[in-house]
């Protein structure tokens, strides 16, 4: 079993920062790839960004520019450096990786999701 714990969310104003990170653990034998996705409510989850074990990495394009996803391998965690933030990217971001678990073959997490609210 694998667990992916978020950190990060919070209030900011638009135009502000924040930064949010998510690391795997639990009987990891490898992570393919990492991202996040993100959820208002009545809509539907859509992906943000995400990030292969090889660096290339996908943004949805209302957040290029602005967001960068990045991963740090040895520490199986995953970023997302959110930057210009507006209101409309308020919602509950939900870390996802597929890993592979030693004797399980790969499966699909999802993290607890951390809420972000931009607002004045």
């Known amino acids: 079993q694998v667990q992916l714990v978020e950190s990060g969310g919070g209030l900011v104003q638009p135009g502000g920062s924040l930064r949010l990170s998510c690391t795997a653990s639990?009987?990891?034998?490898?992570?393919?790839?990492m991202g996040w996705y993100r959820q208002a409510p009545g809509k539907m989850r859509e992906l943000v960004a995400g990030?292969?074990?090889?660096?290339?990495?996908n943004y949805v394009d209302s957040v290029k520019g602005r967001f960068t996803i990045s991963r740090d391998n040895a520490k199986n965690t995953v970023h997302l450096q959110m930057n210009v933030l507006k209101p409309e990217d308020t919602a509950v971001y939900y870390c996802?990786?597929?890993?592979?678990?030693?004797?399980?073959?790969?499966?699909?997490?999802w993290g607890q999701g951390t809420q972000v609210t931009v607002s004045s």
């Open positions: 996802n990786a597929d890993i592979w678990e030693l004797g399980f073959g790969a499966r699909n997490y």
């Open positions: 639990g009987n990891i034998a490898s992570i393919s790839t």
């Open positions: 990030v292969r074990s090889g660096g290339r990495t």
